[in-house]
T-cell receptor, first 111, second 117 residues
Framework: RKEVEQDPGPFNVPEGATVAFNCTYS??????FFWYRQDCRKEPKLLMS?????NEDGRFTAQLNRASQYISLLIRDSKLSDSATYLC????????????WGAGTKLIIKP | AAGVIQSPRHLIKEKRETATLKCYPI?????VYWYQQGPGQDPQFLIS???????DKGSIPDRFSAQQFSDYHSELNMSSLELGDSALYFC????????????????FGPGTRLTVL
């Protein structure tokens, strides 16, 4: 079982809609959580860091549920430029805080 | 703002050749990480350095070695290249331990695309 799991998608969503996806992690002691977005053949770019219960940045909201061990990402008023792969990343306290990566969720925003 | 710089951006090598990838971290970042990402895969952690010392080791093959220099830039040396080494190689950097012992956020360079023929 992978330590960080995501639905690979793709999520096909019309422009302007709201989309949400979850990521579950296996180590309850994990402390830091990140959402990165990655465009095809480009580097992962940090979207949001989540250290406490959640974080909001414009149209993007990340929520952390420690009891159920999942992090969610909500995108409101989606735009064509939001099309990308969204990678959930967890900072693993048991391996000297290495980043543990999910396989990513592919999002396609359609006009 | 200055970002992580990687060179070269593209590299084509033949089997059994060697390659050296370079990474220049964000100024004042003292930790460098190397990742390998194959097509359709998530980034696989290879190795990291903190203050010029190896801090963590991931799935780096014995044919690969890396080091961090006094100016904090890092080089990944790859020998006896195999077809399966073809991938995107990312370098990321971060500052020292952040809040409550957590490592700070990693910022990625644009990557080096290595093709082994």
């Amino acid at each position: 079982r992978k330590e960080v799991e995501q639905d690979p998608g793709p999520f096909n969503v019309p422009e302007g809609a709201t989309v949400a996806f979850n990521c579950t992690y296996s180590n309850s002691a994990s402390q830091s959580f990140f959402w990165y977005r990655q465009d095809c053949r480009k580097e992962p770019k940090l979207l949001m860091s989540v250290y406490s219960s959640g974080n909001e940045d414009g149209r993007f909201t990340a929520q952390l549920n420690r009891a159920s061990q999942y992090i969610s990402l909500l995108i409101r008023d989606s735009k064509l430029s939001d099309s990308a792969t969204y990678l959930c990343v967890v900072n693993d306290v048991d391996s000297n805080y290495q980043l543990i990566w999910g396989a990513g969720t592919k999002l396609i925003i359609k006009p | 703002a200055a970002g992580v710089i990687q060179s070269p951006r593209h590299l084509i090598k033949e089997k059994r050749e060697t390659a050296t990838l370079k990474c220049y971290p964000i100024p004042r970042h003292d930790t460098v990480y190397w990742y390998q990402q194959g097509p359709g895969q998530d980034p696989q952690f290879l190795i990291s350095f903190y203050e010029k010392m190896q801090s963590d080791k991931g799935s780096i093959p014995d044919r690969f070695s890396a080091q961090q220099f006094s100016d904090y830039h890092s080089e990944l040396n790859m020998s006896s290249l195999e077809l399966g080494d073809s991938a995107l190689y990312f370098c990321a950097s971060s500052s020292a331990l952040g809040l409550a012992g957590r490592r700070d956020t990693q910022y990625f360079g644009p990557g080096t695309r290595l093709t082994v023929l």
